[in-house]
C-alpha cells in the first residue's frame, strides 16, 4: 500500500506542469523593453539622439528574441505576451514621447492629440496583430508594423538632431507626420514583410559586395539612410495594395479583418485546386 501511495505521488510529480520562464529570450526582450524605457528617460532630458538611437536599438532585441526562442525551442505563451507588452513600451510610447518632447510640446492640444494617436494605433495594431498569429498571410503586413512606424519618427528626430534643427519650428511637420504613421498601422494597407525570403540559400558574389557597400553607407550617415529606408517602406503599403487589387475599396484601406478581400495564399491554393479540378472534370 505505501509503494502503490510514493508511486502515485512520483507519477503526479512526473506530470505537473513545469513553472518558471525562459531566461535568454525574455532576457533579450527585457534589455528591448529597457531600451525603449532609456528611449522615454533620454528624451525627457533633451538627449533626442540617444532617444532614437535607442528605439533603433529596441528593434534589434526585438527581432532577436522571437528568433532565439525558435531556434532554442523556447517559445511560450508568457514570452509572447511578454514581447508584445515590451513592443507596446518601445514601439507605441517612446516615439510618441519622443515626438512630442522635441518638435510637438508647443503645439497645444494638436501636439499631444498627435502623440495620443500614435501611441493608440500602435496598441490596436499590437492587438490586431496578436489576434491574427497563425491566420494572417505570413508574407504582408496587414498595416505598417509598429517597429517600421516607430523607426519613421525616431529617424526624423535623429536627422534634426544631427542637423541641429529646433523641433519646435517643424512640429506640424512632424504631427502630421505622426497621426499618418498611426493611421497607417491600424490601416489595411499590405506591407511586405520578406519572411519568404530563403535567408539560408546561396547568392552570387556581387551580393555579398553590395551588402558591404550598405553597411559602409549606414556606418557614414545612419540617420539620414534610415530615415530614407523606414519612409520610402511606409510609403510602399498604399502602392502595394493597389497593385493587389483590381479595384480599390475602403475595406482595402480600414475596416475588420474579414473586410478586406485580398487573395491570400490560402485562398490562392484553394482557387488553383479548384481551377485544376473543374479541368480534369471538363477532361
Known amino acids: ?40 528617460v533620454s528624451s525627457m532630458n533633451g538627449h533626442f539622439a540617444n532617444a532614437a538611437i535607442a528605439i533603433f536599438v529596441a528593434m534589434i532585441f526585438d527581432g532577436l528574441d522571437g528568433r532565439v526562442a525558435r531556434m532554442t525551442n523556447t517559445q511560450s505563451e508568457f514570452g509572447a505576451e511578454y514581447d508584445s507588452m515590451a513592443d507596446m513600451v518601445s514601439f507605441g510610447i517612446a516615439p510618441g514621447l519622443v515626438a512630442y518632447n522635441w518638435a510637438l510640446s508647443g503645439m497645444g492640444k494638436f501636439g499631444w492629440l498627435a502623440a495620443f494617436v500614435f501611441v493608440a494605433a500602435a496598441a490596436l495594431r499590437l492587438a490586431r496583430f496578436n489576434t491574427q498569429v497563425g491566420v494572417a498571410d505570413k508574407r504582408y503586413f496587414q498595416g505598417l508594423a509598429s517597429p517600421a512606424a516607430a523607426g519613421v519618427i525616431a529617424s526624423l528626430v535623429w536627422v534634426g538632431t544631427e542637423y541641429e534643427l529646433n523641433g519646435q519650428d517643424f512640429g506640424l511637420v512632424l504631427g502630421v507626420i505622426t497621426i499618418v504613421s498611426g493611421l497607417l498601422m491600424v490601416s489595411n494597407f499590405r506591407y511586405n514583410s520578406f519572411k519568404d525570403v530563403d535567408w539560408k540559400g546561396k547568392v552570387n558574389f556581387i551580393v555579398v559586395l553590395l551588402i558591404v557597400l550598405v553597411f559602409v553607407i549606414v556606418a557614414a550617415s545612419p540617420a539620414e539612410l534610415l530615415s530614407v529606408i523606414f519612409v520610402l517602406y511606409a510609403s510602399s503599403g498604399p502602392f502595394t495594395t493597389i497593385r493587389s487589387v483590381k479595384k480599390l475599396k475602403l475595406e482595402h484601406v480600414v475596416g475588420d479583418d474579414n473586410d478586406s478581400d485580398f487573395p491570400s495564399e490560402k485562398k490562392q491554393n484553394e482557387t488553383d485546386t479548384d481551377v485544376t479540378g473543374q479541368e480534369e472534370n471538363k477532361t
Not at 510514493?6 to 513553472?19: A, E, V
Not at 525574455?26 to 532609456?38: H, R, V
Open 1 to 40: 500500500m505505501l509503494k502503490n501511495f510514493f508511486m502515485s505521488d512520483k507519477s503526479n510529480n512526473n506530470t505537473s506542469p513545469t513553472r518558471g520562464i525562459y531566461l535568454l529570450p525574455n532576457l533579450l526582450t527585457t534589455a528591448g523593453l529597457f531600451s525603449g524605457f532609456f528611449a522615454v
